[in-house]
């Protein structure tokens, strides 16, 4: 039977355990195909091709290329849909949303010493990553939560070992209940009856970086830089889990003052008057983190010859500084009264946590080709090993298991970028290919791999101001696990596609 004091108890003993996970460090490791119009419709690829301000936080060196100033800004239109599948069954969401990609400016200097050299300096602030996304699996199954969080309760035994956050939650709501004769947890969701069962997964925020940069072009031959980047995070996820048992097959009719019938396959150790049978539950994980970082980026390019560039970059784990703010809610309502749910939120007050993340550092290799002044063509390789991610915070024990999952879950993997421009003057025409492998290991195909597809158009006006747009679309598969304690798969198909534009004046 319900025992409401040992709430207080369990909520104090949430207060210090860690939700940080794998997932976290991952999240912010993976940077997508963001920048000015330009570097967004040639997939990238400007590691050897360089003078273009999104080489700041890619390959620094490729600023040495820049004989004149510049300045430009840029932004365009996010569009989302992703299709969940469960247990056979897709459920569709799109949307839309505006996003900030690029601002920048870049001066360049001739060297006092060398009249064939110069220095370049640059400011930009770029989009690494924006995490607006929406996703929804639904499906009727026998999966319930009340599956999982009754497997955990019955595993730690008594009421006091219980998740604040989690089974405890079940416990409050009337979800599960505890069974002294038996010295059991059992359900007031019958486990052999099906639900209606949605899970919405919406994330909001995004990564920018600004980056200080410094490049020296000696004899515009060989060009050497590096950026101080200060990445600045804001993230939001909102991931609420809901059910009910539509076809009322869960019912319980008193036939006396303390007699019943129900409909529950293996019946109910006691009821509750005032509560009867189980109608619906709704469970909600929400959190927000902020915080910034810094990371050194170093690179350099140099010119074969007319024709041909070569370039290579080097990127130091970006040492992230966050904090994050979070709490869970619950709320279940039964036949007797379906407007007034029983309901909570742990901790009380919200949580709050500071830690850090260590992303894994980058290697790249970049060509770059240069056909009379019709065309130019990028290609560029980049080598990331995912299993150097960690997080650490002032108690040393903290992640320790986490840390030693993602040594053992996740593998280093490779990125491609292939890029051509047309240069039909005034017009350059664009397009572009990008494969980001995933951090299991796989680097052209296969789940969490993602591909992105781009074309662009850029124009050049007599005043030297120059308009450059692009578009590009972004699809991958994703495996979602719904629970704890049995697999309960769900496959997101996102796609993801924007509409980018940069203007920007040269001086």
Known sequence: ????????????????????????????????????????AMGGAFGALGAD??????????????????????????????????????????????????????????SVTDNDSRHVFA?????????????????????????????LANEKKTLDAL?????????????????????????????????????????????????FSYAYAYKDQFYIGASIGVPRVSFTSTTTHYEADDKDSMTVTMTGASTYSTTYADGLPFVYTDKLGFHSLSYTEYF????????????????????????????????LTLSDNYYNTMSATFDHNTKQPEEIKAPENGGHFKYKIYTPSRL????????????????????????????????????????????????????????????????MLRGGYNVQGSPFGNSLEGDFVRHTVSVGVGFRSKNNIFYDFAWYKSFTNEDYYMFNTFTQRATFNMTQSQLAATIGIKF
């Open 123 to 151: 400011f930009t602030n770029m989009q690494s990553i924006n995490f607006y996304n929406k996703s929804r699996a639904s499906v009727r199954t026998y999966n319930s939560i009340a599956k999982d969080m009754l497997t």
């Open 364 to 427: 790249g290799i970049n060509a770059g080709f240069i056909i009379g002044k019709l065309a130019a063509v990028g290609l560029d390789y980049e080598y990331v090993d995912y299993r150097t991610a960690q997080l650490s915070s002032n108690n040393v024990s903290d992640f320790v298991g986490v840390n030693a999952v993602i040594k053992n879950k996740y593998l280093s993997t490779s990125n491609f970028r292939a890029g051509v421009e047309f240069n039909l003057k005034p017009v």
């Open 288 to 319: 927000t983190t902020t915080g910034s970082g810094i990371n050194l980026k170093i690179g350099g390019v140099a010119r074969v010859n007319d024709n041909i560039r070569l370039g290579i970059y080097y990127h130091t784990p970006s040492i």
């Open 53 to 110: 301000l999104s080489c700041a936080g890619y390959n620094p060196g490729g600023l040495g290329l820049f004989r004149k100033g510049e300045a430009s800004f840029g932004g365009g239109f996010k569009f989302i849909k992703t299709t969940g599948t469960l247990e056979g069954k897709s459920t569709g969401l799109s949307d839309a949303d505006v996003v900030f990609n690029n601002f920048g400016i870049t001066f360049t200097m001739p």
């Open 1 to 40: 039977m319900k025992k409401y004091g040992i709430f207080c108890v369990v909520l104090l003993a949430s207060l210090t355990s860690v939700s940080q996970n794998d997932v976290d460090a991952i999240r912010y490791s993976r940077t997508g195909v963001n920048g000015t119009s330009r570097y967004v």
């Open 163 to 211: 998740d604040s956050d989690y089974e405890y939650m079940g416990y409050y709501t009337y979800v599960l209940d505890y069974d002294s004769a038996t010295a059991k947890f059992f359900p007031f969701v019958d486990l052999k009856k099906t639900v209606t069962q949605t899970r919405d997964i919406v994330t909001s925020g995004r990564m920018n970086e600004l980056n």
